[in-house]
């Protein structure tokens, strides 16, 4: 018999989504017969064996480990694994994670003693022995982070291209001193945007300034401001910041306002996520503009498919697109 079929081959047949599958296979929500009766045709038909079900989705929890409660872009991401989560009468569980990730019994403990359905990775990229374990379990899905040395499903975007262009704008105003404040380099996005930044400042023939580049440990007001009024008290400063973080944007915007430096007339500003700061400050933020709610959205479908498909799905990859927002913290074109 059949078993390698996914609820997406069954609603591609019956010509209908996913989720509406996902309600039949469950016997949860209302659906018309006439559309059951086309799902059910297409089970068969596929030869769908329905006994993998009732073994993959007994407990319906999904687990989410998120690096930081704090940052207000994760805010969008539950919100997003949380309505695919309902949709498909899933409910979600959160567990803020510190850098314990050489506790391997920790996590393999969680996630097997919780009778957790699958798990979404939001932190940093766990060594594989980790995410080997924990996929033994149950099914895992990395939203944002990804690995760079082996290969796991995830949804996250093209971190690279999208601090490319955003450097790129900063030098097309006429900025030549840019620096960057980043995070950690223990996150991919920070290692990521940090190339793609010193990709810009290569092809323009501009100068790199390692002095100009402020890491943070994790994104952090506080820290942020402080760092910054340090660079920006010394007598060789750059015109132009790229940050990571509209938090950390933000952070610049107060630092130079302390130091009397006008915001973008002096100093060009840069965010990244498009969260509610950067609309709340004066001047508002220029920033890059994440599709944060989707990125989670996906990531859970995604997890559910797993789970319902009994694990038989290939790795998939998906990179979604990045706007680019223009505010009051940019000079315009020169």
Request: glycine share 4%; aromatic share 10%.
């Amino acid at each position: 018999m059949k078993t390698k079929v996914t609820i997406t081959e069954i609603a591609e047949k019956a010509g209908v989504s996913t989720a509406t599958v996902s309600r039949i296979l469950n016997q949860k929500g209302l659906v018309k017969p006439s559309t059951q009766k086309k799902v059910l045709q297409a089970m068969e038909e596929l030869q769908y064996d329905t006994a993998l079900l009732s073994a993959s989705v007994s407990c319906r929890l999904i687990l989410v480990f998120i690096p930081d409660f704090a940052n207000p872009f994760y805010a969008k991401i539950i919100d997003g694994i949380q309505q695919a989560a309902h949709e498909n009468n899933f409910e979600i569980f959160l567990v803020q994670v510190k850098e314990i990730y050489s506790n391997y019994t920790y996590f393999s403990n969680l996630v097997s003693n919780g009778n957790f359905s699958g798990v979404i990775w939001l932190c940093t990229v766990p060594p594989i022995e980790l995410l080997t374990t924990i996929d033994r379990i149950c099914p895992t899905v990395m939203c944002c982070e990804y690995p760079e040395n082996y290969d796991t499903t995830y949804v996250s975007i093209d971190d690279v291209s999208a601090a490319y262009k955003a450097v790129n704008y900063l030098i097309s105003t006429g900025c030549s001193r840019i620096g960057m404040i980043n995070c950690s380099s223990k996150y991919k996005y920070a290692r990521h945007r940090k190339q793609g930044f010193m990709d810009a400042l290569q092809d323009a023939g501009l100068e790199y300034h390692p002095e100009w580049i402020i890491n943070i440990p994790y994104i952090d007001y506080t820290l942020a401001y402080s760092s910054i009024l340090q660079l920006l008290s010394s007598s060789e400063r750059p015109d132009a910041f790229f940050t990571c973080s509209d938090v950390f944007a933000a952070a610049a915007i107060s630092a130079a306002h302390s130091f009397g430096i006008k915001v973008p007339d002096e100093l060009s500003v840069i965010g990244f996520d498009n969260v509610e700061t950067s609309r709340i400050t004066s001047p508002t933020i220029t920033t890059i503009s994440q599709p944060a709610f989707h990125m989670g959205q996906h990531a859970c479908a995604m997890l559910i498919e797993k789970i319902l498909s009994g694990r038989n799905m290939p790795n998939r990859h998906l990179l979604l697109d990045t706007e680019f927002i223009i505010r009051e913290s940019t000079k315009t074109f020169m």
